[in-house]
């Protein structure tokens, strides 16, 4: 089973910066098997990156995902009030999903 | 809209069972392969069972095989979660999502792109 790891756990930030989070993987993930989530309190996650650098519908072009092969990084360009949350990323591999166990991006 | 409404959560005592329900709309739901996600309160996300559109193909996080079994209706537009012998540890919000089978280039895209609000199972005496 392959295990996702985020850096940093928390990462305290104010509005207007950038944020560069990170998902580093256990073993070689495809590009197209990795996809991030956004988590605010009481919602579901939502998609925001999927083949690890294609944004999904709707997502704003702060947003955007690079990597392959065990690293790959979330980064928001300039950070927006409503960005503060929770960051998961996820992988597909041996018909297995595994989540990463979060970063939480606050307000600094 | 895509619409996927999750009920059937509850409080129930340890070795208990519960069915969770999910309602789909909005979409194919017969050409979806769908999947089960838990969050423990103020816990991570964790993947929980998945099933291919014509539920041929159905695979489950270790933490769970054997006590909870996954399938769907496809005339019903409707996924289901039977859980039995529950546990303290498998109190959470459980969360249905779609896998939509997306294909480019020559490849699979392996996400989740639309998620239920959730429903909350409690294991408790």
């Known amino acids: 089973e392959i295990v996702l790891t985020q850096s940093p756990g928390t990462l305290s930030l104010s509005p207007g910066e950038r944020a560069t989070l990170s998902c580093r993987a256990s073993q070689g993930v495809s590009s197209t098997y990795l996809a991030w989530y956004q988590q605010k309190p009481g919602q579901a996650p939502r998609l925001l990156i999927y083949?690890?650098?294609s944004r999904a519908t709707g997502i704003p072009d702060r947003f955007s995902g690079s990597g392959s092969g065990t690293d790959f990084t979330l980064t928001i360009s300039r950070l927006e009030p409503e960005d503060f949350a929770v960051y998961y990323c996820q992988q597909y591999g041996s018909s297995l999903w595994t989540f990463g166990q979060g970063t939480k991006v606050e307000i600094k | 809209d895509v619409q996927l409404v999750e009920s059937g959560g509850g409080l129930v005592k340890p070795g208990g069972s519960l069915r969770l329900s999910c309602a789909a709309s909005g979409f194919t739901f017969s050409s979806s392969s769908m999947n089960w996600v838990r969050q423990a309160p103020g816990k991570g996300l964790e993947w929980v069972s998945s099933i291919s559109s014509t539920s041929s193909y159905i695979f489950y996080a270790d933490s769970v095989k054997g006590r909870f079994t996954i399938s769907r209706d496809n005339a019903k537009n409707s996924l289901y979660l039977q859980m039995n012998s529950l546990r303290a540890e498998d109190t959470a919000v459980y969360y249905c999502?779609?896998?939509?089978?997306?294909?480019?280039?020559?490849?699979?895209?392996?996400?989740?792109?639309?998620w239920g609000q959730g429903t909350l199972v409690t294991v408790s005496s």
């Open positions: 083949g690890a650098s």
């Open positions: 999502a779609r896998y939509p089978g997306y294909f480019s280039g020559g490849s699979y895209y392996y996400y989740f792109d639309y």
